[in-house]
């Protein structure tokens, strides 16, 4: 019975999350899809495939007069005048299949082809949702090689509904964050097969390299997340120069797929290598991380709002088998990706529900969360409270998830007596 | 390929195929609109929305002619008058010119013959918009059909 209904989670959630995104986008107040950051994202795809331009003018001239609103944070490079996206363009490569059949589409329904009508904002929409459902079908398919149905199933549900990252594969789709969860559980199945003893062929080096060119070009930061294939096993560096061919062809693959990234900075700038968002007062502070604010604070804690995922902590504590194996390496990983999100000025990442910036990795997170569950079912006298818990944490996620969509919460800085006093408040 | 596969694949092809057909004239497309923001009102009794640099909506395929308020609010570039071309289902209509930035001007534009769908699209394209926290083109009032 749960192994059935295990085989059959992925779709199951699927179907809820459609019908999530049907209810958010057909109430009187709702926004749009592409809104916000998800503009930015969006942009160079409506810029290529309607108005055949990759300078972003057209998009300005035709919608904005020759510019763009204050909220895009688009600026002209000083010194070339040309538009600067702060945002690099991965989403809007994986959107391109999206888009361009929402384009042919608004020519057959005689709808408006301008980037940004009925058919483009759902197209936009859709495909972070399918996306995110790509993830998780992923991240089944790599529980599934290590774990028990039952194991891979509460992973599954406790993933999608214990923490944000339901509200950016539905709510707010055109964000990066469902399109780099899919791409790093794309990462995290392909380290897996890449150290297996059989079974690796040129195709998979091809898709290792433009999986790993597509996470840099939707965050040029998760660029640190591709640590994870040399550090995949303690002595997994050891043995790359044995695998140099197929990092070879991975490294063409990569670069193939960054290169038009590079080619726009170059035009727009001048320079091969740019941080677009310098000239928006926002750094790293390397130095000074706001660790606690970024893990367990009321205003973005990543364990504050979504609690289930200390069930990680046995996990990582208490690894066997294969977890065993990856925990060091996937550890430093996180760990610097943890340092880097709590080294950026604006650690908060704006209006946000929980700690956006964390989903990109919950894939790895993944495996200790249900190595944690394996743990624990294997203490049958720990399961009943902590089942217990485990529910009203993904409920009480679920709840506040809700809140948010009814802009119950604050957009940034919650304070302890803001969150006591909205607490489980529905208007 | 299996019978089973080959039903399936039929299936699928046969409500692909009826959705494309569907798409082709939705009943639901005069309620499209884009490049528009929500309606407000102002005085009581006015009410208006706001373009971008371009907004498109729909009006029945039926209608001969409509009166299409307009008022530019903000001034035209170098004191010319802010123009708003209007084209039906991409065929260039009309240009209206709004001279006084403070007055509506309410132009009634005949719409051409009847075409094989349910709803004709109007789109219009204001020669400058005011860019700040929002993107505003002009503003339009509640069309009257003919």
């Not at chain 1, 945002?87 to 980037?115: C, E, R, Y």
């Not at chain 1, 992973?155 to 999608?160: H, K, R």
């Not at chain 1, 919950?362 to 720990?382: S, T, Y």
Request: include cysteine; proline fraction near 6%; hydrophobic fraction near 50%.
């Amino acid at each position: 019975m749960v192994s059935r209904i295990e085989h059959h989670a992925v779709a199951i959630i699927a179907t809820i999350a459609v019908a999530a995104y049907c209810w958010v986008y057909t109430r009187p107040d709702a926004d749009p899809p592409i809104r916000s950051d998800g503009y930015n994202y969006y942009l160079y795809a409506a810029s290529w495939v309607v108005y055949h331009d990759a300078t972003l003018e057209a998009v300005a001239n035709d919608w904005n007069g020759g510019a763009y609103a204050d909220f895009a944070g688009m600026i002209r490079w000083p010194g070339t005048g040309r538009w600067i996206n702060r945002i690099p363009i991965g989403v809007s490569v994986l959107m391109l299949p999206f888009v361009v059949s929402a384009h042919l589409l608004s020519g057959w329904s005689n709808l408006p082809k301008d980037g940004f009508s009925f058919y483009y904002q759902h197209a936009a929409g859709l495909a972070g949702l399918l996306y995110f459902i790509a993830g998780l079908w992923l991240v089944r398919n790599t529980l599934r090689r290590h774990f028990q149905p039952s194991v891979s199933l509460v992973t599954l549900v406790v993933l999608t509904f214990g923490t944000d990252l339901f509200h950016y594969g539905v709510n707010e789709p055109t964000f990066s964050h469902a399109f780099s969860f899919a791409l790093v559980a794309a990462l995290l199945a392909l380290c897996d097969r890449f150290w297996s003893p059989a079974g690796w062929s040129t195709r998979h080096s091809i898709a290792l390299g433009l999986v790993a060119g597509l996470i840099v070009l939707v965050r040029h930061t998760n660029v640190v997340l591709l640590l994870l294939l040399p550090m995949w096993r303690l002595d997994a560096w050891r043995l790359l120069p044995a695998r140099r061919r197929d990092l070879g062809v991975a490294a063409i693959a990569a670069a193939t797929i960054v290169a038009p990234q590079l080619v726009y900075y170059h035009w727009a700038t001048g320079s091969w290598f740019v941080n677009a968002y310098a000239v928006h007062g926002v750094h790293f502070t390397l130095m000074s991380p706001h660790l606690a604010g970024a893990l367990v604070s009321t205003q973005r804690g990543l364990f504050f709002w979504s609690p289930v995922l200390l069930c990680a902590v046995p996990g990582i504590v208490f690894a066997r088998g294969w977890v065993l194996d990856i925990r060091a390496g996937a550890l430093i990983v996180l760990g610097i990706n943890a340092w880097i999100i709590a080294s950026w000025s604006e650690w908060q990442y704006g209006a946000a529900f929980g700690h956006r910036a964390f989903i990109d990795c919950f894939p790895i997170l993944a495996m200790f969360l249900a190595e944690g569950f394996a743990w624990l079912m294997d203490h049958p006298r720990l399961v009943p409270t902590t089942a217990i818990a485990i529910t009203l944490a993904t409920a009480l996620s679920v709840a506040q998830m809700i809140q948010y969509w009814h802009h119950i919460w604050p957009t940034r800085d919650i304070t302890w007596d803001q969150y006591r006093a909205l607490f489980l408040t529905f208007r | 390929m299996s019978r089973t596969r080959l039903l399936r694949a039929g299936i699928v092809f046969v409500l692909l195929g009826a959705a494309v057909a569907y798409l082709h004239d939705p009943p639901w497309a005069g309620q499209i609109t884009s490049g528009m923001r929500d309606w407000e009102e102002d005085p009581p009794g006015m009410r208006f929305r706001w373009t971008a640099g371009r907004a498109s909506f729909f009006v029945p395929a039926n209608a001969t002619s409509m009166t299409l308020p307009l008022r530019a609010v903000f001034p035209g570039k170098d004191g010319n008058p802010v123009v708003v071309r209007v084209s039906v289902d991409d065929r260039w209509l009309a240009d209206v010119a709004l001279p006084d930035s403070s007055a509506w001007v309410r132009p009634t534009l005949p719409l051409p013959r009847r075409g094989t769908r349910r709803f004709r699209r109007i789109d219009l394209h204001i020669n400058r918009a005011v860019v700040g926290a929002f993107v505003l083109g002009v503003m339009t009032g509640e069309i009257s059909l003919q």
